[in-house]
T-cell receptor, first 117, second 115 residues
């Protein structure tokens, strides 16, 4: 596809369950980012991938959060034992990374809205 | 460490009035600068960016921003607001490092346009 896609678009889960959120970046984009946007809040950085490695995991809020990226493409963000405070929109973005002259311009997906009951 | 400050979490203007959204950054080296816009119930999209060259950059929908190194600012302006400009606007700073680009977003400014 032409843009960044995320699935599912909406996820409702019960407290304590695990969830997996998926991100398909733009083909050829080596960098991939995950952010969290809570209601009325700005963007909270979670993790960044360059290729399959994650040089910056500093934003992951707890050890219940993890992410992986395989084949330099698809990424999965996993939240274990979900809590109500995990409810938010999770945004994925990709960029050319060090390739190109875009200065790290990011292209965002539509997000996954997670609701933890 | 780099940081981004957007002055005013909410800005309200009348239709046809000047829009000014402020963004200041701190960085030890010249950064790349971006403004992103998020319309209601939509994802973020790039409005404009400064990488190199001319310090006044023009974006979509009549917006422009000027990089002022001496003031460490990258304020967003539009001469005449339209109702469709109502959205949340995010300023971002990006620095090149060994792993790629590290990007920091401001907290966002929600723009309201009154008829």
């Amino acid at each position: 596809g032409a843009g960044v896609s995320q699935s599912p678009s909406n996820k409702v889960t019960e407290k304590g369950k695990d969830v997996e959120l998926r991100c398909d970046p733009i083909s050829g984009h080596t960098a991939l980012y995950w952010y969290r946007q809570s209601l009325g809040q700005g963007l909270e950085f979670l993790i960044y991938f360059q290729g399959n490695s994650a040089p910056d995991k500093s934003g992951l809020p707890s050890d219940r959060f993890s992410a992986e990226r395989t084949g330099g493409s698809v990424s999965t963000l996993t939240i274990q034992r979900t809590q109500q405070e995990d409810s938010a929109v999770y945004l994925c973005a990709s960029s050319l990374g060090l390739v190109g002259s875009g200065g790290g311009e990011q292209f965002f997906g539509p997000g996954t809205r997670l609701t933890v009951l | 460490a780099q940081s981004v400050t957007q002055l005013g979490s909410h800005v309200s203007v009348s239709e046809g009035a000047l829009v000014l959204l402020r963004c200041n950054y701190s960085s030890s080296v010249p950064p790349y600068l971006f403004w992103y816009v998020q319309y209601p119930n939509q994802g973020l999209q790039l409005l404009l960016k400064y990488t190199t060259g001319a310090t006044l950059v023009k974006g979509i929908n009549g917006f422009e921003a000027e990089f002022k190194k001496s003031e460490t600012s990258f304020h967003l302006t539009k001469p005449s607001a339209h109702m469709s400009d109502a959205a949340e606007y995010f300023c971002a700073v990006s620095l090149r490092n060994t792993g790629g680009f590290k990007t920091i977003f401001g907290a966002g400014t929600r723009l309201f346009v009154k008829a």
